[in-house]
């Protein structure tokens, strides 16, 4: 058991580190046709996810997404709780991380002053990370000196996070949070919880070091408590305790409800796995009968060709049922594109090489250019790096 116990925690943490690292990491990652692995580019109003690009004029498979993202949510809080509060959310991640690392210090004016510096540090990442979400990584500085606008949402977003990091912390876990509130009428008799293992209530020996430890300031003995978050702190340190004293697990950990046994037949939870079902195979069926109409993406960097000019091959895949002829050209009125225009036939595949004149100064060595197969449809970007 306590082997378990050990191997869960070093699970516990190494998954938190790992979905950190990939939420900071995803934006800067980029699939063949040059865009961001996930991203919704306030620029074109359009959604990059996986070497697919979703326009609004085709939202309804997002809108669709959305709801079976909701009802999944709703699903795993009927089935285990609060469990995304403690492995998943980072405003426990961060806080558990200041919190942790600031009482390792003895002195209380540097213990302070580590964790002012911790919540400024952490502030300033989320917020380049969160924004680097709607803004490519690759302009972002470029887009904050073009936009005020930027500028404003990003220093208002900094705040935001630095004074959570800072004064707040578990209390917006417990007192502000909207998830904690919905969890009261989510859960059941038979929810995962953290707390006192049913039959070791006379084991207990009052040390309350479970109650010292708890971010939330809870009696985690008390089953069970809806602003628990599932962090954990309270099973480390009841184990601690008892292996020192007892040599044997701890009292806490996770139990199934009141009877400390799984139960997948509840009705609510029946439901909410049926819906996620129905909207999962609608979904599916959205994406294969709606795909993507044309797809364009560039086939490497352009490579310099002398006297200004820079040669790159695009490739082109229509699914329609018509032929079509693509515009091309650069918004930014500082490159020349040819050919203009390329024609594209019935459901076919065009591999071309086009030229690109560059008559201006190119900030980062990247030109966009917007192909346009549809009047009637938003342009499809497209990032090119000069060589």
């Known amino acids: 058991m306590i082997a378990n116990s050990v191997i869960r925690g070093k699970i516990y943490r190494l998954l938190q580190f790992i979905v950190a690292a990939c939420a900071l990491i995803i934006p800067f990652i980029k699939t063949s046709n040059g865009n961001s692995l996930f991203r919704f580019d306030v620029s074109t109003l359009q959604l990059h996810a996986f070497n697919t690009v979703v326009s609004f004029a085709s939202f309804f498979s997002a809108f669709i997404a959305i709801l079976l993202f909701t009802f999944l949510f709703v699903f795993t809080t009927q089935l285990l709780g609060r469990v995304w509060c403690g492995w998943l959310c980072p405003q426990s991640f961060f806080s558990i991380r200041i919190e942790s690392y600031s009482k390792k210090i003895k002195n209380k004016t540097m213990r302070r002053i580590v964790a002012i510096i911790l919540a400024f540090l952490f502030a300033l990442v ?68 953290v707390g006192m293992i049913p039959g070791k209530e006379k084991e207990c020996i009052d040390c309350h070091a479970c109650i010292r430890v708890c971010p939330t300031h809870i009696d985690p003995r008390k089953n069970p408590d809806a602003d628990c978050i599932y962090c954990e702190t309270c099973v480390t340190a009841c184990n ?42 609608l979904l599916i ?29 695009i490739k082109l895949k229509s699914n329609l049922e018509k032929a079509v002829r693509v515009h091309l050209t650069n918004p930014d009125n500082v490159a020349e594109v040819s050919p203009k225009g390329i024609r594209v036939f019935i459901k076919a595949s065009v591999d071309k090489t086009i030229n690109i004149k560059v008559l201006k100064e190119i900030p980062n060595n990247t030109i966009y250019l917007n192909a346009v197969y549809d009047r009637a449809k938003p342009p499809i970007q497209l990032e090119i790096k000069l060589k």
């Open 126 to 193: 989320l917020t380049l990370n969160w924004m680097m979400y709607f803004v490519s990584p690759y302009d972002f500085i470029s887009s904050l000196k073009s936009s005020s606008t930027m500028v404003t949402i990003g220093v208002v977003l900094f705040l935001f996070i630095f004074v959570d990091f800072l004064l707040v912390r578990f209390k917006w876990c417990k007192y502000v949070c909207p998830y904690s509130k919905f969890q009261v009428v989510m859960t059941d008799d038979d929810t995962l919880y």
């Open 240 to 281: 601690h305790v008892f292996q020192k004293k007892e040599h044997h697990e701890g009292i806490l950990g996770y139990v199934w409800g009141k009877s400390n046994k799984l139960n997948i037949k509840r009705p609510q939870l029946i439901i909410t796995f049926g819906l996620s079902v129905i909207l999962f195979i």
């Open 285 to 313: 069926f959205n994406i294969i009968s709606s795909s993507e109409p044309f797809r364009i993406s560039v086939d490497g960097v352009a490579k310099n060709i002398g006297n200004g000019e820079y040669a790159v091959n």
